[in-house]
C-alpha cells in the first residue's frame, strides 16, 4: 500500500517562501560569479595564521600604561560626546517630534536632514573633523557628535510621540503653552527613558570612539592601528582584552541601569 | 499616559529623593568637569572650531563634483556583491552556531556557556580591528574585507538568532519530543517554522548592517566604497568625496527602503 501524505502547508506561503529562496540562491551564484575571489590569497593568509595566533598568545605587559592612558581618553571622549550630545538632542529632539513640534513642515525638514546625519558612517564624520580641526581627541568629539545627536533625537522623538497625546491635550486645554507642555508634562515623564536611552547610546559611543582612533581620532584605537602595522601582535593582545572587558563591563554596567529605571517606571 | 507617581513615606523620603537626585546630578557635573580637564578641552577653541568645520564642509566639500562617475560603479557594485555573499555565510554558519547556543536547542549545556563567551568576545571588539589584523593576514584587498564581514556577522547573528530561538513558544518541540522525535525532526518541524519570520527579519537587517560596513572597511585598506573615500580625501579631492559619500548615501537608503518591502511582504 502506498503511503499517501496530505499536505498541510499553507500554499501561499510556500510558494513564497520558494521564490525567495529561488531568488536569493540566483543572487548568490551572481555575486560568486561576479566576485573576483583569490584563492591563492585566501590560502596564503591561513598558512600565516597559526604563526600570528602564536604572536598573539605572547602577552606583553610592556606598554599596558601607555594603552591604559589611551583606553580612558577614548571612555572620556564618548563620554564627552554624549553629554553635550544630549543637551543639543533634548531641546532638538522636541522640535522634530510630531505631536510638539512648532511648524509641521519644519519638523519634517529637520527630521530628514537628521536622516542623512544618521546614513554616513561615524568613521567619515571623525574623517571630516579630523580634517579640519586636527589630530586629537577634540575632533573624535565633534566627530561622534553628529551620529550621536542624530540617534537621541530619533530616539526621544519616537518616546515623546508615544508617551505625548494626553498630556499635551490636558495642558493644552487648561491653556498651558507650549513651554509648560515641555517642562511640566513631558520631561517629568520621560526622564527615565531618555536616560535609559542615554546609557545605552554611552555603550555605543564607547564602542565607536575605540574604533575612532584608527582613523586619526586619538585614543586606544590609534595605539591599536600602530601595532597592527608594526606586526606587535603582543602588545596588539594586550590592547584588544583591554577593549573587550571595558566592553564588557560597559555592557553590564547598562543592563543594570535599565533594569532598574524599568523597576522605578 | 501619564502616571501619578506616589511616594511612600511623605516628605522625609521626598527630601530623601531630592538629595539623591541632587547628588546624582552633582557627580554627573564632576565627571565632566574630570574629563574636560583630562582630555585638555579647550572650550575655545571647540567651538571656534564648529564654524571652521561648517565652512570647511560647505565651501570644500560642496557641490559635489560629478566626475568620473563611471569609475565608481564598480565600487558600489562589489560593496553589494560582497554584502550578498558575507550575508548569505554568516546566515548559514549564524544558524548553525545558533541551534548549538539557544538554551532550548542546545545539545549540551557545556556547548552553549562555551560557545556563548566565544561570541561574546567575537562581538566586542571593535569590528574595524578586526578587518584591520584581517587585512594584514589576508592582504590588501576586498578578499580581507569579505572574511570580515563574515566573521563579524556570524557572532552578531549567532547571538540574535539565539534569543529569538529561545524566546520561541516551547510547547510544540515538547510535543515532539513525547511523541519521541528525533532531535533533527524536532528542529525540523518544531523550530524551524516559528523561526522563519525572525529569521528573515534579522538576515534581512545584516545585509544593511554589511552595505554600512563596506563603507568603513575600505579605510582600513579593505576594499569597496570606502576606499574611495579614503583615496580621494588623501589626494584633498574633496569635491569627490562628497560625491561618493552621496552615492553611499543613497545606496544605504535605498538598501534600507528595499530590505523594509521584502520586510513587510514577508512578516
Known amino acids: ?68 592612558r589611551e583606553l580612558v581618553t577614548s571612555i572620556v571622549v564618548a563620554f564627552l560626546s554624549v553629554i553635550l550630545g544630549v543637551v543639543a538632542a533634548l531641546f532638538l529632539a522636541f522640535l522634530v517630534a510630531a505631536n510638539t513640534t512648532p511648524n509641521r513642515l519644519f519638523g519634517r525638514v529637520l527630521n530628514a536632514v537628521f536622516v542623512i546625519i544618521r546614513t554616513i558612517p561615524t568613521t567619515i564624520w571623525v574623517l571630516l573633523a579630523v580634517a579640519s580641526m586636527g589630530f586629537g581627541p577634540m575632533a573624535g568629539v565633534l566627530g561622534l557628535m553628529f551620529p550621536t545627536v542624530s540617534y537621541l533625537i530619533r530616539t526621544f522623538a519616537s518616546q515623546i510621540e508615544e508617551a505625548g497625546g494626553e498630556t499635551i491635550e490636558a495642558i493644552r486645554s487648561v491653556g498651558g503653552t507650549w513651554w509648560h507642555v515641555i517642562a511640566k508634562g513631558l520631561l517629568p515623564t520621560l526622564l527615565t527613558a531618555f536616560m535609559a536611552t542615554t546609557a545605552f547610546r554611552f555603550e555605543i559611543s564607547v564602542a565607536e570612539s575605540v574604533i575612532l582612533g584608527m582613523v586619526g581620532a586619538g585614543g586606544i584605537g590609534s595605539l591599536l592601528q600602530g601595532y597592527i602595522s608594526y606586526y606587535q601582535f603582543a602588545d596588539l593582545s594586550l590592547g584588544i582584552l583591554m577593549v573587550f572587558f571595558t566592553m564588557f563591563l560597559l555592557e553590564m554596567g547598562t543592563v543594570q541601569i535599565r533594569k532598574r529605571m524599568g523597576r522605578q517606571n | 499616559m501619564l502616571k501619578l507617581t506616589v511616594i511612600p513615606g511623605g516628605a522625609q523620603a521626598r527630601r530623601k529623593r531630592r538629595a539623591k537626585q541632587w547628588a546624582a546630578a552633582a557627580a554627573l557635573l564632576l565627571l565632566t568637569v574630570l574629563s574636560l580637564v583630562y582630555i585638555r578641552f579647550d572650550a575655545a577653541e571647540f567651538i571656534l572650531g564648529i564654524p571652521t568645520f561648517l565652512r570647511f564642509l560647505f565651501s570644500d566639500f560642496l557641490p559635489p563634483d560629478p566626475a568620473n562617475l563611471q569609475g565608481y560603479i564598480k565600487p558600489v557594485a562589489d560593496t553589494f556583491i560582497y554584502a550578498v555573499i558575507a550575508t548569505f555565510c554568516s546566515s548559514v554558519l549564524g544558524v548553525c552556531l545558533a541551534l548549538l547556543m539557544a538554551r532550548t536547542t542546545t545539545p549540551h549545556p557545556l556547548v552553549r556557556t562555551v560557545l556563548r563567551g566565544l561570541i561574546s568576545f567575537l562581538r566586542n571588539i571593535p569590528f574595524l580591528a578586526w578587518a584591520s589584523l584581517l587585512v594584514v593576514i589576508f592582504g590588501v584587498g576586498t578578499t580581507a574585507g569579505l572574511i570580515a564581514l563574515i566573521v563579524f556577522g556570524c557572532g552578531f547573528l549567532a547571538r540574535l538568532y539565539a534569543e529569538s530561538i529561545e524566546e520561541l513558544d516551547q510547547d510544540s518541540m515538547e510535543a515532539l519530543e513525547s511523541c519521541g522525535a528525533t532531535y533533527g525532526q524536532r528542529i525540523k518541524h518544531a523550530i524551524i517554522p516559528q523561526f522563519l519570520p525572525a529569521f528573515y527579519s534579522w538576515t534581512l537587517f545584516m545585509f544593511e548592517i554589511n552595505i554600512r560596513a563596506s563603507a568603513v572597511l575600505g579605510l582600513v585598506g579593505a576594499g569597496g566604497i570606502g576606499a574611495l573615500i579614503k583615496q580621494t580625501m588623501d589626494l584633498f579631492q574633496y569635491g569627490k568625496t562628497s560625491m561618493v559619500i552621496a552615492i553611499m548615501v543613497a545606496m544605504i537608503l535605498l538598501v534600507e527602503l528595499m530590505t523594509s518591502r521584502i520586510r513587510r511582504r514577508l512578516i
Not at chain 1, 584563492?39 to 598573539?56: C, D, F, N, S, T
Open chain 1, 1 to 68: 500500500m502506498a503511503v499517501r501524505k496530505i499536505p498541510i502547508a499553507h500554499k501561499a506561503t510556500q510558494r513564497q517562501q520558494r521564490m525567495l529562496g529561488i531568488s536569493s540562491l540566483l543572487l548568490l551564484g551572481i555575486s560568486l560569479y561576479c566576485a573576483d575571489l583569490d584563492m591563492k590569497q585566501i590560502a596564503a593568509g591561513m598558512e600565516r595564521l597559526p604563526a600570528i595566533g602564536r604572536q598573539l598568545a605572547q602577552l606583553s605587559f610592556t606598554n599596558g600604561g601607555e594603552l591604559l
